[in-house]
């Protein structure tokens, strides 16, 4: 059964009772939780921008988005973000709408960052495309669709800046169809595009029916626009299939939109129509252990694992996971979160949750939750399903673990990550910073900004190597470490692309290295001592597993 058919919580197991944590039915069902996907460029931020001025979120404009040195916006809040203008971190702005409270994801556009957004659509419970209507798909957009595929997730599509000249919608709508196997559906269609349109005029927006020829006339004062708008009405009758609700909440059908979140064309039809149609805070496969009984979850044994039981967010306990953590986000105070994204029940202030890494029976005081936006925080008295808190993490918490209240020790699957494809040792060149240098990298290694590979049985005093999806990681690490903890650090490349884990554990190592069939090839070992292999390219490592058979390989993510 796919997890998409699942996602309905009517389907899985009702709590028969209700105890304090249980979570309110009306606020489980007036969230709504958004992950933007989009290549750099397309218009993510400003589109990020415009829903929070419409959710009421900042007052202006201007005050988000500025020139130059003071470029930045409440979602990109860390100094390198602003300097380089990009997004790295994933952070969630929640504001109210309507009746309903609605949660975005921030994921950062940067290729090098696939990883934090990866794990932003972990948290999230539905997705919009954006993408900029002269370019169609882009390489950003086609790797991220991929994951929200993997995850099932409801998603809809923005086309932005239609206030310029754009391929035709049909162009686009075929582009997704045949990349994606991905059927649109458009919810709005657009006459013309920016090649026509007025500049720099705020947009007067008014819904009329397609079927409704009299009023479109009498708005469309060019006749060519209308005659094609009618030939486009016959075309899309015979083209497109009906909207089926079914379909877009199992991510086979994406409503379409087209707009121009400058112009703030279609930005607040868009957000509409995303409420009345997304999905609500979904259930979750996890695995469930009565206290007592059994072993405590391994967290890297079980990380593949879908888990066997649905936990829907009226679960009568609180549960949720840590999806990413991150150090030092006040320079002033120093301080760590995990980003915590509730399944089920209700998080208050002060409660004690268990911990799907310790023993059964730890307790951990969940006393100061936070709600984050962007830089700003404030302190969270109750949330909900859906909803994301940044909790304190002195070095507890790790991407992937559960919390939860309760008997049932609940673990949700760990959240898998990119194989890494840049590798390069790191030094400390100044001896005398050596305990500075350790901590910057231990906690930036537990945040999982990078990863980390070593010597066989190196248990931590040889050398370094890092790993990362992408080459800006790295930078990120190094500008940290000087900007956090003070010290500098020396990086040298190491010229492999490609990690592998090798399915028969060391023995299988061992035999073929003995063999000599691992010529120029690096034998290392991950944090949990499993032997990771890396190869210059892929044909190396084919060649490693189709020639000989002596590996069984797979990709080295975590
Ligand atoms: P990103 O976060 O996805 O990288 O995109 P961002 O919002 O930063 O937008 C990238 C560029 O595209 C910006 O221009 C932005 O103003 C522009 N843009 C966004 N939406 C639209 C739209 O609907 N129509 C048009 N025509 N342009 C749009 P920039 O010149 O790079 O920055 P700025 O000088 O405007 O700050």
């Known amino acids: 059964v796919p997890r998409s058919a699942l996602r309905s919580t009517e389907e899985a197991a009702l709590p028969s009772s209700s105890t304090s944590h249980a979570a309110p039915i009306t606020e489980i069902n007036r969230r709504r939780n958004l992950a933007i996907i989009s290549h750099p460029d397309s218009g993510k931020t400003t589109m990020t921008e415009k829903l929070l001025l419409y959710g009421g979120a900042l007052q202006t404009a201007g005050a988000v ?8 916006t409440k979602s990109d809040f860390m100094e390198m973000e602003r300097e380089r203008g990009i997004s790295i971190s994933s952070t969630v702005m929640s504001f109210d709408y309507n009746s309903l409270h609605v949660n975005i994801l921030d994921t950062p556009g940067h290729q090098d960052f696939s990883e934090d957004t990866y794990r932003a ?17 882009e390489p950003q957009t086609r790797k991220l669709f991929e994951v929200c595929r993997m995850r099932g997730l409801p998603l809809f599509t923005f086309v932005n800046k239609m206030d310029r000249p754009a391929l035709t919608p049909y162009e686009i709508m075929d582009q997704i169809e045949a990349e994606f196997g991905l059927e649109t559906f458009p919810m709005l269609w657009p006459i013309g595009d920016g090649d026509r349109a007025e500049r720099g005029t705020k947009s007067q927006v008014r819904q009329v029916p397609m079927s409704d020829l009299e009023t479109l006339k009498e708005h469309i004062n060019d006749e060519e626009l209308y005659e094609k708008l009618l030939e486009d009405q016959e075309i899309l009758q015979e083209l497109i299939s009906p909207l089926d609700m079914d379909r877009v ?10 707009g121009s979140a400058m112009t703030n064309f279609g930005v607040q039809l868009f957000l509409d129509k995303f409420c009345a149609m997304g999905s609500k805070p979904s259930a979750r496969f996890a695995t469930k252990q009565e206290e007592g009984k059994g072993k405590k979850a391994s967290h890297d044994e079980s990380f593949d694992e879908e888990g066997d039981e649905l936990v829907p967010p009226e679960y009568e306990e609180f549960t949720g996971f840590v999806f990413k953590t991150q150090a030092n986000l006040d ?23 268990g911990h799907s890494r310790s023993k059964m029976g730890k307790k951990y005081n969940l006393a100061q939750a936070q709600a984050l936006f962007g830089s700003d925080r404030e302190t969270v008295e109750i949330a909900y399903p859906g909803d994301v808190i940044g909790i304190n993490n002195p070095g507890n918490f790790a991407i992937g673990d559960t919390l939860f209240t309760g008997n049932n020790l609940i673990a949700f699957p760990g959240i898998p990550s990119f194989s890494p494809e840049v590798f390069a040792y790191i030094r400390n060149p100044n001896p005398s910073t050596y305990k500075s240098f350790q901590k910057g990298i231990d906690q930036l290694l537990a945040e999982g900004a990078v990863q980390s590979l070593r010597q066989r049985n190196d248990d931590g005093g040889g050398p370094l190597i890092l790993a990362a999806v992408g080459q800006l990681q790295f930078e990120v690490v190094q500008a940290r470490l000087k900007s956090e903890y003070g010290v500098d650090s020396v990086l040298e490349p190491i010229n492999y692309t490609l990690a592998r884990w090798a399915d028969g554990g060391w023995e299988a190592v061992d ?19 499993r032997p990771v292999l890396l190869f210059r390219n892929d044909w190396k490592a084919a060649s490693v597993t189709e020639e000989e058979k002596y590996l069984e390989l797979k990709p080295w993510s975590k």
Do not use: T
């Not at 988005?65 to 930045?72: F, I, L, S, T, V």
């Not at 979160?337 to 209700?346: D, M, N, P, Q, T």
């Not at 035999?511 to 001592?529: P, T, V």
């Open 65 to 72: 988005r500025m020139k130059g040195e003071q470029r930045g």
């Open 121 to 137: 659509l972990a948290a999230a419970d539905n997705a919009v495309m954006l993408l900029d209507a002269a370019k169609g798909l």
């Open 249 to 258: 909440m199992a991510g086979q059908q994406s409503p379409l939109f087209f």
């Open 331 to 353: 320079p002033k105070h120093r301080d760590r979160l995990a980003y915590v994204r509730i399944v089920s029940g209700s998080y208050q202030k002060g409660m004690k949750v």
């Open 511 to 529: 035999k073929a290295d003995k063999d000599g069939k691992l010529f120029g090839i690096m034998i290392l070992q991950d944090r949990w001592k």
